[in-house]
């Protein structure tokens, strides 16, 4: 396949490629130098957020023997700093990700109320078949942890190749033959998604612009990762003209774990994508002859970079303005694809979601990273208690070992009799030894840990109430429950618009330009959450033109989403009111609004249950008379009480005044 018109091939051992890639491994190594400096801190967060020890000697030591059956006293870290993380994470993905649909746009320039549904529903399309709740969920808790989350995207266009043996009739030079088959292996390329794609990017991971701070990251000259790829991949981009240089690059294949990114903690195990699989068989494609054995090639490291550029200043076009263009290099060495990005939002496509609100720093500090040292202080409090109840439970006995015989004093077994030796007999037992009297010093540190514990809510806004626990005090009415509830969440609610401004709305404004510039399908698609009505068609066509226009994407406000229960009693209490207002009850879609409540109350069928009562066109119903699927009112005897073709007194339910004809059927 010839390579897409806009991948610009830059050939391996050209000057131009040569000064490329050492541009691009300049701002590599420059990202890497400044961004390393939160590493260690990030490693540490990593940890905390795994509730990870480090064991000293003699914890090693506790540890064999406890291996060996015997009790010993345990080290542990307090996770309480973890459990503040998922509660804050619990209340910002409700606030985020609680909304129906996720992504909600409106139109500022005239757009008709079905082309923002048919945006909304595509919107929620990508959402569902895109997979993308999966990083939204991730990009979230990395801000939590580390204090910051980036979140990647690309428009991608998946496929897949079915394969299928297949019988069809033998043909002799074109003429087919009667009652003869043979079985063909036939091969499909079937689309199977078009839309945006999101991934997450480890911290560690990023390569931004580090002469900016990484809230305005977009002011940047160039933003880009690492990354790992199977050789299967990269031998399909190959095919669909995406990359090259791939022969060269097969001759530079790295066979050890040397790689330009950090591994974070040893507690957080990485996939072992770099581990090379060996094989003693006739392999062909993949493989490298080395010392008789064939060893299959691994994955390939990848940094993935957009750079703004001057075209001209970089050898590839004559433009003088500014353009972003994406590249990407192979192992360090070989770069595999070059192209402008042709995007018409203009915008990296890294999106950056902070904790911390700090508008100057380069990289900000995480939930876990500030109350990290209240943290240790309760760990060290809990422990040392822990050490100290210990010890009391043991017995400290002074004794007197030429008078008692010792091995019946260390006998662990319980309702143990302790003899006295033959020179002790007749001598006061109480003088051969003496429990030593020992005091509780850390009686108030489980106190001072809650103390503790209240100081790291005050911080971080994290109250009890927000984790679902009710301060304690007597009885609460709901009313100063959900008061108290609503005031924890003020904290939250302010780190929620912050988010929401710096790091979602970018991100859904981009997912909206990319889709309307890139979206050539046509598909029937259900309406997306608030543009559902009850008792008709959900569903809208989807078309390039029913999407275009201008649109804001409907930030988010920080609060969170009325509780569905609660909402469905509000609308029966209204619905209770309404009755002793005919006036207003007259105006009002009843059936509508049974069916909202039901739905509310978690009842998705409640429309099944409905009688239609459309009317039919006279034209119709004379026509479905006519075939005999209409039954007349009253049923086919003419009504009840009527006797056969419709002779006899009128009874219930017939129409008076209309005459019949035998023979007929009804006239007049």
């Known amino acids: 396949m010839a390579l897409k018109p806009e991948v610009v091939e830059l050939v391996l051992g050209t000057q131009q490629h040569t000064q490329i890639l050492a541009a691009l491994q300049q701002r590599e190594r420059m990202s890497e130098h400044y961004m390393s400096e939160r590493y260690q801190t990030w490693k540490k967060m990593e940890e905390r957020f795994r509730a990870y020890v480090n064991l000293t000697e003699n914890d090693k030591t506790r540890k064999s023997l406890r291996d060996d059956g015997k009790p010993q006293y345990v080290t542990i870290d307090v996770p309480y700093s973890y459990a503040m993380l998922l509660t804050a994470h619990t209340y910002w993905t409700s606030v985020f990700l609680g909304r129906n649909p996720v992504l909600q746009y409106m139109g500022i320039a005239g757009q008709a109320q079905q082309q923002e549904q048919a945006l909304e529903a595509l919107m929620q399309y990508q959402m569902s078949a895109g997979n993308m709740m999966l990083p939204l969920y991730l990009w979230f808790m990395d801000a939590g942890k580390y204090g910051v989350g980036v979140l990647g995207n690309t428009w991608c266009e998946e496929y897949v190749i079915a394969s299928q043996i297949m019988e069809v009739p033998a043909k002799y030079y074109g003429i087919t033959i009667p009652g003869k088959t043979k079985k063909v292996r036939q091969v499909q390329k079937l689309q199977t998604y078009q839309g945006n794609k999101l ?150 496509e890294n999106f950056v979601l902070e904790y911390e609100i700090e508008g100057y720093a380069l990289s900000k500090r995480s939930m876990l990273e500030i109350v990290d040292p209240m943290n240790e202080v309760m760990s060290w409090l809990f422990n040392s208690h822990m050490y100290n109840v210990r010890k009391m439970i043991n017995d400290q006995i002074v004794v007197d070992p030429s008078r008692i015989t010792m091995k019946d004093l260390t006998d662990p077994v319980s309702g143990r009799i302790i003899r006295l030796k033959p020179e002790a007999y007749g001598s006061d037992v109480r003088t051969t030894f003496t429990q030593m009297q020992m005091v509780d010093i850390t009686q108030s540190h489980l106190k001072d840990a809650a103390g503790v514990a209240d100081m790291m809510q005050r911080v971080l806004g994290v109250t009890e109430n927000v984790m679902g626990m009710v301060n304690p005090g007597g009885r609460k009415t709901a009313t100063e429950v959900r008061t108290s509830s609503s005031m924890s969440v003020n904290r939250l609610k302010t780190n929620c618009e912050y988010m929401s401004a710096g790091g979602f709305t970018p991100m859904a404004t981009v997912l909206l330009q990319n889709t309307q510039q890139r979206y050539d399908a046509e598909k029937k698609l259900r309406i997306a959450g608030r543009g559902q009505m009850p008792g008709v068609d959900n569903f809208v066509m989807v078309t390039p033109d029913s999407i275009a226009g201008q649109y804001d994407f409907i930030p988010v406000d920080g609060t969170m989403p009325i509780d569905r229960f609660a909402q469905a009693n509000l609308w029966k209490e209204l619905a209770m009111a309404v009755r002793s207002m005919p006036e207003v009850a007259a105006q009002l879609d009843w059936p509508s609004i049974m069916t909202q409540i039901a739905e509310l109350g978690g009842i998705k069928n409640f429309n099944q249950f409905r009688v239609n009562t459309r009317v039919v066109p006279d034209g119709q119903a004379a026509a479905q008379a006519q075939a005999g699927n209409v039954v007349p009112i009253g049923g086919p005897s003419g009504g009840p009480g009527k006797g056969p073709a419709g002779r006899g007194p009128a009874g219930p339910g017939s129409i008076p005044g209309a005459p019949v004809v035998p023979g007929v059927g009804p006239t007049g």
């Open 199 to 348: 991934f997450n990017i480890r911290p560690q991971d990023f390569r931004p612009d580090p002469r900016v701070p990484l809230s305005r990251h977009q002011d940047g000259e160039f933003s880009g990762r690492m990354t790992e790829i199977g050789w299967n991949t990269i031998l399909k981009r190959q095919a669909e003209g995406w990359y090259y240089n791939i022969e060269e690059l097969q001759k530079r294949l790295k066979v050890d774990r040397s790689w330009l990114r950090d591994t974070g903690s040893q507690q957080l195990v990485l996939p072992a994508s770099m581990d090379t699989l060996y094989y003693r068989g006739q392999l062909q494609d993949g493989i490298e002859n080395k010392g008789g054995e064939q060893k299959q090639k691994s994955f390939i490291e990848l940094f993935e970079v957009t750079v703004e550029l001057v075209p001209r200043d970089w050898g590839l076009g004559e433009s003088t303005y500014p353009e972003k263009w994406a590249f990407t290099v192979a192992n360090d060495e070989v770069i595999v694809n070059a192209m402008p990005t042709g995007a018409y939002h203009g915008k990296f």
